[in-house]
C-alpha cells in the first residue's frame, strides 16, 4: 500500500529557511508534507527530481487580480513563475465595498491606477456582492491553480461613506467610525490586511487622487487601529512621495506609519524604490526601518527586485509609431504584418524615422530620455542593460538617429521587439542599489504587480527573475539560490501571518516548485488580445519549471496548465 499521495524523488530541497539545499526525498499525503528524507516508501505517484531544485511555491503578496480573480483560473502571468499564493487588493483599490451606482467608477479609479483595461474589467466582472464580506464570499465559491487572499482597499471604502466627498474631502468622526466598521467588517470575514495609496502619482482614469491620497494622520491612525483591536490583517500602501513627487514626505510617512504598526502591533508594509529625484533616499528609509524593527516594531519596506520597466512596442500603449502620420495606414494590419511592411519598404522606413524624430516629444515625454532607453533583446530580456546598450549610446556608435535603432528594435523578431525605460531603481545605471535592498533585514519583496499595467509594464515574472539573474546570470556580486527562494516564500508568507505554507517542513501545505534551474528562464513578453472583450495585456511565459504543485496537486507542468484547480481563497 503506497504510504504517500506523491513522492518526489531524489531532487535539491530548498527548503526555504535559507539553510544550503541538500538531495532528499519529499513524501506528501492530503495536500501537505508528510515527510522528508531519503528512501522513502511508495507513493501513488512519483516525480523523478534528479538534477532538479525542490522549492516551496512563491508567496507574491503585490498583485492587482482583484478583478482578474473572478473570470481568469490561473491568474496568469504569475502561475507560471511558480507563484502558488497569490495577495490582491494592494496600494488601496479594489472593488468592494462598493454602491449599485458605483460600478463604472471603481472600475474608472482601477484603469488609472494600474492601468488594467477598463473595458476588460467591465466585460469580466459580475459584481455579485456589496460589501466587502459579500466579496469574499464570491471569491471563497472560486476554485484557482492558486491559493489567493484580499485586502480591504481603502480607498473603496472612503468612497462608500464619504461619496462625493471621498477624493479630496476631510473625513469627519462620523466618517471615521463608519470607515472603522467596514473595514472591520472585511477583516473579520477573512480579509488579510487593509491597503492604502497616499502617491500623488496614482489617479484615476480622469486624472482624479485616489480617495485618501490627502488624507489627515489621524484618520489613518484612526481607521488603521481596527487592526491592533480585532489582533490581525496587515496594513499595506504606496507612501506619499514614494516616487520623488515630494522629497520631505517618506519621514512623515515613516514617522505615522511606525506610529500605526507600535500601537496596533500589526505589521506595515510599504513601497520601497530608488528614484532620480533623490537617488540615495531610500537608505535613509531602510535606516528608519531598522531603528524600527530593533523596538520590535514591524515596519516592511516592500522592494522590487529589478526595475519597474515600462515596454514600448508595436501595437501596444506606449508605440512610438502611433504618433507618425505614415504609419496609420498600417494600424488595421497585423503586428507582424505591420513590421514586414515597414521592413520591405526602406522609403517607409526612412520616413517613419523623421516622422519619430519630429514627434519625440510626443512620445519620450521627461523625465525619460534616450540615454535610458533600451532594446529589451529579443533571445533573452535584459532586465539590467549597460549604459552603453542604450538607444542614445547605440546611435552614437553607429552615427544614425537614436530613431533608426528604435524602428528596428520595433520590427525585429516579427515586429516583436521591445524597448523598454527602467523607471524606477536605476539612476546610476546598474542594481546595485536592488541588492543592498535585497540583502537588507527588513526588507520583504513584493511589487510584481501581477495583473497590472497590462499594456505598458509586465512584471509578474520577478520570481523568475530572482533566479535567473540573481543567482545565475548576473554580471558581478550574486546572491544565494537559498537566500531568494526565502526572500520569496517564508519572507513574505510571514508578513501576512501565512504560517502553514513558506516553508517545505512536515506538516507544512505541499506547495512545491520543482525547477530546471540549469534551463530556467523568462521569454520575452509578447502582446496579447486574452482579456474579456479582447482587451490587449503583455504577457510573459517561462521555461524550466518542471511542475508546480498547488496543496499537493500538480497544476503547471512544463509551462502548461494540467487542468488541476485546487487553489482557494484564504482567510484570516
Known amino acids: 500500500m503506497a504510504k504517500f499521495d506523491m513522492v518526489v524523488r531524489g531532487g535539491t530541497v530548498i527548503d526555504g529557511t535559507g539553510t544550503p539545499g541538500r538531495r532528499q526525498d519529499l513524501g506528501i499525503r492530503d495536500g501537505k508534507v508528510a515527510e522528508i528524507g531519503t528512501a522513502l516508501g511508495p507513493g501513488k505517484r ?13 508567496v507574491d503578496i503585490h498583485t492587482h487580480f482583484d478583478g482578474q480573480v473572478t473570470w481568469d483560473t490561473c491568474l496568469s502571468p504569475s502561475c507560471w513563475h511558480g507563484v502558488t499564493t497569490a495577495v490582491f487588493g494592494n496600494c488601496g483599490v479594489g472593488f468592494a465595498p462598493v454602491k449599485p451606482d458605483r460600478h463604472e467608477w471603481l472600475v474608472g479609479l482601477m484603469e488609472g491606477v494600474e492601468d488594467i483595461p477598463g473595458t476588460a474589467l467591465h466585460e469580466g466582472i459580475t459584481w455579485q456582492w456589496e460589501s466587502f464580506p459579500e466579496y469574499l464570499e464570491h471569491l471563497a465559491s472560486l476554485d484557482r491553480a492558486v491559493d489567493f487572499a484580499a485586502q480591504v482597499p481603502y480607498a473603496a471604502v472612503r468612497a462608500y461613506v464619504m461619496e462625493e466627498r471621498a477624493i479630496e474631502g476631510a473625513a ?20 488579510v490586511g487593509l491597503s492604502m495609496n497616499r502617491t500623488l502619482a496614482h489617479r484615476a482614469i480622469d486624472g482624479s487622487m485616489v480617495p485618501g491620497t490627502n488624507a489627515e494622520h489621524d484618520e489613518i491612525v484612526g481607521v488603521a487601529s481596527v487592526l491592533g483591536e480585532l489582533g490581525k490583517g496587515v496594513l499595506e500602501l504606496a ?74 512596442g508595436i501595437g501596444s500603449k506606449l508605440d512610438p509609431l502611433q504618433y507618425c502620420p505614415s504609419y496609420a495606414a498600417l494600424e488595421p494590419l497585423t ?33 525619460y530620455t534616450l540615454e535610458k532607453l533600451f532594446p529589451l533583446g529579443a533571445a533573452a530580456p535584459q532586465y539590467e542593460p549597460r549604459q552603453d546598450q542604450s538607444v542614445a549610446a547605440q546611435a552614437r556608435a553607429r552615427d544614425c538617429a537614436p530613431e533608426v ?34 540583502e ?51 519572507d513574505t508568507a510571514a508578513v501576512y501571518g501565512f504560517h502553514d505554507r ?23 513578453p509578447r502582446l ?45
Open 46 to 58: 512519483a516525480i523523478d527530481a534528479d538534477g532538479l531544485l525542490v522549492t516551496p511555491g512563491f
Open 172 to 191: 469627519t468622526l462620523e466618517d471615521i467610525q463608519q470607515m472603522r466598521l467596514l473595514i472591520g467588517e472585511g477583516i473579520s470575514a477573512g480579509a
Open 239 to 312: 507612501p506619499a512621495g514614494v516616487t520623488g513627487d515630494d522629497l520631505n514626505a517618506p519621514a512623515r510617512e515613516v514617522a505615522w506609519m511606525r506610529r500605526v504598526a507600535a500601537e496596533t502591533g500589526r505589521p506595515v508594509t510599504y513601497v520601497l524604490v530608488q528614484h532620480d529625484a533623490a537617488p540615495d533616499a531610500w537608505r535613509t528609509i531602510l535606516d528608519h526601518a531598522s531603528e524600527a524593527r530593533a523596538q520590535g516594531v514591524a515596519l516592511y519596506p516592500q522592494i522590487h527586485g529589478r526595475s519597474p520597466m515600462m515596454l514600448m
Open 335 to 367: 503586428i507582424q504584418a505591420r513590421a514586414e511592411r515597414i521592413a520591405a519598404d526602406a522609403d517607409l522606413f526612412n520616413k517613419l524615422v523623421d516622422e519619430l524624430t519630429a514627434a519625440r516629444g510626443r512620445w519620450l515625454f521627461p523625465p
Open 405 to 438: 535603432v528604435i524602428v528596428e528594435t520595433l520590427i525585429a523578431n516579427r515586429g516583436r521587439g521591445l524597448l523598454n525605460i527602467p523607471i524606477l531603481n536605476y539612476s546610476a545605471f546598474n542594481h546595485d542599489p536592488v541588492l543592498e535592498m535585497l
Open 440 to 490: 537588507h533585514p527588513t526588507t520583504v519583496l513584493g511589487l510584481a504587480d501581477g495583473g497590472a499595467h497590462c499594456n505598458a509594464i509586465c512584471d509578474g515574472g520577478i520570481t523568475t527573475h530572482m533566479l535567473t539573474h540573481w543567482a545565475r546570470d548576473r554580471e558581478g556580486a550574486k546572491l544565494p539560490v537559498e537566500t531568494l527562494v526565502k526572500k520569496m516564500t517564508q
Open 502 to 524: 513558506g516553508v517545505l517542513a512536515e506538516g507544512m501545505r505541499a506547495d512545491v516548485n520543482l525547477i530546471d534551474f540549469d534551463n530556467l528562464a523568462q521569454l520575452t
Open 528 to 572: 496579447v488580445n486574452d482579456l474579456p472583450g479582447g482587451a490587449p495585456r503583455f504577457i510573459q511565459e517561462s521555461q524550466g519549471y518542471v511542475a508546480t504543485l498547488c496543496a499537493g496537486e500538480v497544476t503547471f507542468e512544463n509551462g502548461e496548465h494540467t487542468g488541476a484547480r485546487p487553489g482557494r481563497l484564504i482567510r484570516r
